[in-house]
Nanobody, 124 residues
Framework: QVQLVESGGGLVQAGDSLRLSCAAS????????MGWFRQAPGREREFVAA????????IYADSVKGRFTISRDYAESAVYLHMNGLKPEDTAVYYC?????????????????WGQGTQVTVSS
């Protein structure tokens, strides 16, 4: 089992930056790929970004490419999502996820463990 706890969400204005954190506990953090998804009201949960257990091979959704950066800290067993240039359409609940594999990362069914989510609201 892997337990994930997100933090760092909040209310910001368009153009602002925010950093989300996800603390992992349980099984060995370094053996899991980590990812971020988001879900806006009335919409399906969608992929945002992922990073392999090696800390490389980051993958991003087209909608956030160039604005968001995913990173991980092995010493802290944490993964981060650095969000710059936030837009109102980025408003959603953001979820951290973990998987022992790293393929079809866009498919949320490939991710085994999920956090409870943190709300990000971007005002225009």
């Amino acid at each position: 089992q892997v337990q994930l706890v997100e933090s760092g969400g909040g209310l910001v204005q368009a153009g602002d930056s925010l950093r989300l954190s996800c603390a992992a506990s349980g099984r060995t953090f370094s053996r899991y790929a980590m990812g971020w998804f988001r879900q806006a009201p009335g919409r399906e949960r969608e992929f945002v970004a992922a990073i392999a257990w090696t800390g490389s091979n980051a993958i991003y959704a087209d909608s956030v490419k160039g604005r968001f950066t995913i990173s991980r800290d092995y010493a802290e067993s944490a993964v981060y999502l650095h969000m710059n240039g936030l837009k109102p359409e980025d408003t959603a609940v953001y979820y951290c996820a973990a998987s022992p594999t790293y393929y079809n990362v866009y498919d949320r069914t490939k991710w085994d463990y999920w956090g409870q989510g943190t709300q990000v609201t971007v005002s225009s």
